[in-house]
Structure formats: structure tokens, C-alpha cells
């Protein structure tokens, strides 16, 4: 097993390598070439900036039983698909049951923002959504 993290703009990539450092659990964390990350502990891959470049290479080097940190639902169904698991920032763990549901959120989300309609953006981050990330990711690791 090991960890991949959609890194560009996750607010808890912290979390994350102070959680797989001391498992000792491989650690990768991809950017695009937009962003600068020095981890510390782990990999950091930087891929050509390009729509959906980082989802793609994640997809590409995960396998079953990784674990994958991302609020793309897109990268999550794929992730899925191939035995993976996946978390959002927030401590959600996309599942079977919940990713269809999501991704059609998703697409009515862009087509209500293409005709021109506005849709309600995220709310701000707290320490309590730390918390909860950090309690369904240390569920998420068997511990």
C-alpha cells in the first residue's frame, strides 16, 4: 500500500506525511508545474500543467489497495475502478455508493455555472475539518 495525494491545492498535506511518516507507508504526492512542494518525507512528482494532468498520472500509478487523497470526484471514480481507495480533504471516503451520486452533482453543478447560474462555493476551512479528515484518514489506515 501506499499513499498518493492530489497535491496542488490540498489544504492537508501535512496530515498526511506526519500520518504515513510514522507508518512508514510510501508517500507520493503529485503538482503541476504551477506549484512548488518540498515534503520532507515521501515523492513529490510535478507534471506538465495541463487540464487533468496530476489525475491522470495519480490514476496511472496507483494500485489496489492505495490510498488517494483527492477532491476531484472524476479522479476518485477511477481510483475506485481500480481497486483503490479514496478520501476527500474533508474525511469523506468516496465509495461505490456515493461516487455516482457525486459526479452527477458535478455535471449539474458545470452545466447550471455554463448557462451562466452561479453555484454556492466552498465554505471556509476549520480546524474541525482537520480533525475529521484526520480521523476518517487514520480509519482509513487500520488504526
Known amino acids: 500500500m501506499k499513499i498518493l495525494v ?17 507508518r512508514n507507508i510510501p508517500l507520493v ?16 512528482i510535478t507534471v506538465d500543467k495541463g487540464a487533468d ?6 490514476a496511472g500509478l496507483t494500485s489496489r489497495g492505495d490510498i488517494v487523497v483527492t477532491q476531484d470526484y472524476g479522479l476518485a471514480a477511477m481510483i475506485l475502478a481500480k481497486g483503490a481507495r479514496a478520501i476527500n480533504q474533508d ?3 468516496y465509495t461505490n455508493d456515493n461516487i455516482d451520486a457525486l459526479l452527477t ?3 449539474v453543478s458545470q452545466k447550471i455555472r455554463r448557462a451562466g447560474g452561479r453555484t454556492k462555493g466552498p465554505k471556509k476551512r476549520t480546524k474541525k475539518d482537520d480533525n475529521h479528515f484526520e480521523h476518517s484518514f487514520e480509519g482509513m489506515l487500520g488504526g
Do not use: F, N, Q
Not at 494532468?53 to 495519480?58: G, L
Open 6 to 22: 492530489d497535491a496542488d491545492a490540498c489544504p492537508v498535506k501535512e496530515i498526511v506525511v506526519r500520518m504515513a511518516k510514522r
Open 29 to 44: 504526492m503529485v503538482i503541476d508545474t504551477s506549484h512548488e512542494l518540498s515534503a520532507g518525507y515521501g515523492e513529490v
Open 53 to 58: 494532468s496530476a489525475d491522470y498520472a495519480i
Open 91 to 93: 474525511g469523506m471516503i
Open 105 to 107: 452533482r458535478r455535471y
